[in-house]
């Protein structure tokens, strides 16, 4: 059954929240207020592939760590992903975390399914998340997102800019989920060029073991393949690996097209940041606000929460200066918005 809760619609529309450009570390707690709360804690993330510093996807979830905390006054954990490992090892961290006393748990990325399943029969008084899947289970929410229409926007986005009449879609990795964003800017680019409008598509790997979702080196390669064949924009949803789409895309002077977060204002993508068109938006961060106020509550979401256009839950960036001066961008992405809010506009997600 498919529940969106009220407070769901509030997080996911409020400002904003700066990313912090951390490198990957270890486990890493922050200390809480002067307000006598030190020793309470509460939400406590594990990323995944990728980890802290990759200016997407985990980097989002971070952002909605920092909120809390800083809200709430209370001591946060997160913990990195080793390479190669089970899920087993997901499954043991997760519970070192719960019988800790974090409160709640989030495993960022579908991954994480098979351990979020075994850990919260273990451990019923506490809220866990996952988000990009869906886990049954009565201390369980899923957090999850159309990643299919902010996709599709991105493709109205690439039909108008591009010059060569061919654009670029580099995944991370071979599966469903990225699946919906191909899907979804394939159909954006179609309806808004006529079909005149070639879309080149590639995934760096079939597994997520064999470093889609974290080899910027696999990502430039790719890039640099579809640039070779004319492709003047790209699309890259692949994590860490979307870092390499970026450069090689700078390097050669087209447009890239960012992904989960503003990539236009990354820190670490600043060399970069002139040819990020725009970015394809998912509120990883309000998400996991959203999950984390509502235990502060005392009111745990559970089921899937889900967070489309209508909610602000995904969207697309319009940060570049330059994404205001192409001929007709803004309209045709506003024209966009409103026929998928509306219904007259069904984004495809396969």
Not at 133 to 159: K, P, R, T
Not at 240 to 248: C, F, K, P, T, W
Request: glycine share 12%.
């Amino acid at each position: 059954m498919r529940r969106i809760s009220k407070l769901t619609r509030v997080a996911v529309g409020v400002a904003s929240i700066a990313l912090a450009a951390t490198a990957c570390g270890g486990t890493s707690s922050d200390s809480s207020s002067s307000d006598g709360s030190a020793d309470t804690k509460g939400l406590a993330i594990a990323y995944d592939i990728g980890g802290k510093g990759d200016q997407s996807f985990n980097d989002a979830a971070y952002a909605g760590l920092q909120k809390a905390q800083k809200e709430f006054g209370y001591k946060t954990a997160d913990i990195e992903p080793t390479e190669g490992e089970t899920d087993a090892d997901k499954e043991q961290r997760l519970a070192s975390l719960a019988k800790q006393g974090y409160n709640p748990v989030i495993g960022v990325g579908f991954a994480y399914g098979p351990a979020m399943e075994a850990v919260a029969k273990k451990y019923p008084k506490t809220t866990f998340g996952i988000v990009d899947s869906v886990v049954e289970g009565e201390n369980v929410a899923s957090l999850v997102f159309a990643e299919e229409q902010a996709s599709y926007l991105a493709g109205v986005a690439a039909a108008k800019a591009t010059k060569t009449n061919t654009v670029g879609f580099v995944g991370g990795v071979d599966i469903p989920l990225i699946h919906k964003f191909e899907a979804g800017y394939k159909q954006g680019v179609q309806d808004t060029s006529g079909g005149k409008v070639k879309v080149i598509s590639q995934y760096l790997t079939q597994t997520a073991e064999e470093g889609g979702f974290s080899s910027p080196d696999k990502g430039k390669a790719a890039a640099e393949g579809q640039i070779e064949k004319n492709a003047d924009v790209i699309y890259q949803a692949a994590g860490l690996s979307g870092q390499g789409v970026i450069e090689a895309a700078a390097k050669a002077k087209v447009w890239a097209i960012g992904v989960d977060s503003d990539q236009y204002k990354q820190a670490a993508l600043a060399n970069y940041k002139q040819y990020i068109l725009t970015s394809a938006l998912k509120d990883v961060g309000g998400a996991v606000y959203a999950l984390a106020k509502s235990v502060e509550d005392g009111k745990p979401l559970t089921g899937t929460q889900t967070f489309d256009l209508k909610v602000n839950g995904v969207g697309l960036s319009e940060s570049n200066p330059e994404f205001a001066k192409i001929a007709g961008l803004s309209e045709a992405v506003a024209k966009a918005k409103e026929g998928i809010i509306d219904g007259s506009i069904k984004v495809k997600t396969e």
